[in-house]
């Protein structure tokens, strides 16, 4: 069984950084995308970053792009998420998901659905 368990979150000022982690076991974690999303209070649950099985390839929302780094260590079965200059807009509950399955060159999954497993998310506030 696959379990994912996000840890990390916390409430932090504007401008602050903060380091997400999601340590997974029971599956073969090296191989597939491992990816972060978030849902904001009222709203879907949004795309943020993903990143292959030895971290060559990342992708990233636009939101986020500059400010967020994805990085995974497949020997601690962790992947990561340093999130830096936070806004109040980034405040949500970020939840990292395993794809659990592989990807050819040039197509990653940014989608719900493109994920097999997920962890229970860690809260992000945000304060201005």
């Known amino acids: 069984q696959v379990q994912l368990v996000e840890s990390g979150g916390g409430l932090v000022q504007s401008g602050d950084s903060l380091r997400l982690s999601c340590a997974v076991s029971?599956?073969?974690?090296?191989?597939?995308?491992m990816g972060w999303f978030r849902q904001a209070p009222g709203k879907e649950r949004e795309f943020v970053s993903t990143?292959?099985?030895?971290?060559?390839?990342?992708y990233y929302a636009e939101s986020v792009k500059g400010r967020f780094t994805i990085s995974r260590d497949n020997a601690k079965n962790t992947v990561y998420l340093q999130v830096n200059t936070l806004k109040p807009e980034d405040t949500a509950v970020y939840y990292c998901a395993s794809s659990g399955r592989l990807y050819s060159a040039g197509s990653y999954p940014n989608r719900e659905y493109d994920y097999a497993y997920w962890g229970q998310g860690t809260q992000v506030t945000v304060s201005s």
């Open positions: 029971g599956g073969t974690f090296s191989r597939y995308y």
């Open positions: 990143i292959n099985w030895n971290g060559g390839r990342t």
